[in-house]
């Protein structure tokens, strides 16, 4: 297993780069910890498949080094990297049967057949196939076919980390959700570096300890759920994540107060000034719907009954401004939106600032 260091890697898929947007992969420099579970999380096409593919060596980056320890890997090809990636798709053989598909990853290395056999059978217990290991590969449906897939991936404790891109996609929602803790498990016992790409911010949180959010190429923020949800660095991380995601109000900002139109909001401390775009962020969970003069007048357009909650979508002028209230909670005639000031977010420039202390 190893600690893997991002240094300065970037990726261009054109042959001569000029500007940031001809890169898929701005400049990423970060250390992922040994024994890490990560998730890669971001819409499509934000380059999380490019940054996996860096590390496993399908890619070489136009830029910067990766290392695995200390050593530099970047321009070793994936055999020489010691690592197990799990692609979207099946990629198994047919011919062979489940049992053999398991074993294979290991065979190839010269790995006593015992041993084969005890992490074949703890393997395909994890994924639910040892009913089937004497079948063909052949006859098995596209999610056993994935459930192969992950197996192979998952089957030799010696890699340096295992990268699983969107492995469940084409499993049923049920088994995706089994599968999942399965992983988590699996890296709680045995401390592989799990590097798991997704775009579903459920299975994103659900599954690490540290998620990477990525948007347009760059890595925005790498954070626990409870960072990327208190504290979004960035408005893209503050909507991206949770449901609804974050308000965001552009604003004004003089020392601790902000003004969004002509209403005026308190902050929790003086902020320097801000030259640039400034917006305020606040998350649904943490707006009061209220009578009387306390906060600023909104119009509600839309109240969605979700369970143990409600989401009560409402405007402020021309701005939404969503809250969530505790099932039950009476929406006054002519509410008014009270922001907890704690919780309140500016951002400049669509990056979080810290006030003045
Ligand atoms: P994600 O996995 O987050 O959906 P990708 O890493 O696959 O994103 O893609 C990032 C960007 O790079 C996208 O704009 C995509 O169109 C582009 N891209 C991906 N693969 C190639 C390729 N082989 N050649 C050219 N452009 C590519
Ligand atoms: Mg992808």
Redo the contacts with the bound molecule.
Sequence with gaps: MARITLDHIAHS?KANPQKPTDY?LREVHHVWNDGGAYALL?P???????LLNIISGLLTPSKGRLLFGDKDVTRLPTEARNIAQVFQFPVIYDTMTVHDNLAFPLRNRGIPESEVERAVKETAEMIGLTAMLKKRAKGLTADEKQKISLGRGVVRSDVNAILFDEPLTVIDPHMKWMLRSQLKHLHKRVGHTMIY?THDQTEALSFADKVVV?YEGEVVQIGTPADLFEKPKHTFVGYFIGSPGMNVLPAKVAGDKASVGEHEIALRAPYAELSGKTELGIRPEFVKLVHGNDGVPVKVSAVEDIGRYRIVRTRLGAHEVNAVLPEGTPVPAEPRAVFDTSRLNVYLDSHLVEARQ
Excluded: H, L
Aim: glycine share 24%; aromatic share 8%.
């Design positions: 898929y898929a971001g499509s096409g934000c380059g999380k498949t490019t790409v990525m």
